[in-house]
């Protein structure tokens, strides 16, 4: 009965709700960036926007480990992925300036994939090397004064919630760059949203940040090395699941 609650107040109020919070934000979002730059428009705007999502679906984000940031540190940030819910869980409660590195579909959704783009989020053709390459060279020139850039090195959603293999651009362009690694947890999105599926529940996502890992050594095995050791971190909190979650204060 509850779970029929849900649903129906999802579609009668969530969705309406959110598309004229996306369509408002949109507007706002295009209005400032020419004047205030990215970074603060989408604090200003897309924060705000996932922070809202998140409230109004019932979830609560809980983090561990933000003794682990440096707010003046620009770090290449490696997360697993579970759901679309992943996305909101980060934007609005890492605390972090971050740019997305997304597969270039993701340009094509309405609003939202032009909205990514002002605010300087980078699309990969994945079928295209040479401009995939060509827009992470790109990206490399907005990583300062702790803007950092955001992988999910998977490549794509987990259907199962096991942890899959790893790409390698992310520790490749950590090697370049000489910035440290950012391994990421996200649990709990997936129950939130499955994948294949619009049937969302509430319930609490969780955010856990590791030790940052430096690349060491300018060779394919450092990066094969740093590639490990992340996905090691990332793996030791989904498999054990024991942190002492604290609600997000920010």
């Given at each position: ?121 980078i699309f990969i053709d994945r079928s295209n090397h ?76 969780r955010i856990t940040l590791h030790t940052p890992i ?37």
């Amino acid at each position: 009965m509850v779970n029929a609650l849900f649903f129906v107040y999802c579609w009668l109020v969530f969705v309406p709700l959110m598309v004229l919070a996306t369509v408002a934000l949109w507007i706002l979002c295009m209005a400032l960036s020419p004047f205030v730059g990215p970074r603060r428009a989408g604090r200003l705007t897309a924060v705000p926007w996932s922070r809202l999502g998140l409230l109004l679906s019932g979830v609560s984000v809980h983090i561990h480990g933000r003794e682990q940031l440096d707010p003046d540190q620009s770090y290449v940030i490696v997360a697993n992925h579970l759901s679309q819910y992943d996305i909101w869980v980060l934007y609005g409660h890492l605390g972090v300036d971050f740019r997305w590195v997304m597969k270039q579909e993701l340009r094509r959704v309405p609003l939202i994939g032009y909205a990514c783009e002002v605010l300087g989020h980078i699309f990969i053709d994945r079928s295209n090397h040479e401009q995939a390459l060509a827009s992470l060279e790109n990206a490399k020139r907005q990583l300062v004064g702790g803007t950092s850039i955001l992988f999910f090195p998977e490549g794509t959603r987990s259907r199962s919630g096991e942890l899959l293999a790893f790409k390698k651009g992310a520790f490749r362009m950590a090697q370049d760059l000489e910035l440290p690694i950012l391994p990421v947890t996200l649990t709990g999105t997936r129950d939130i949203l499955p994948p294949d599926t619009l049937r969302m529940q509430p319930g609490p996502a969780r955010i856990t940040l590791h030790t940052p890992i430096i690349v060491d050594g300018d060779d394919e095995q450092a990066v094969e090395n740093a590639m490990a050791i992340s996905r090691r971190a990332i793996a030791s909190a989904l498999e054990s699941g024991q942190f002492s979650p604290q609600p997000d204060s920010h």
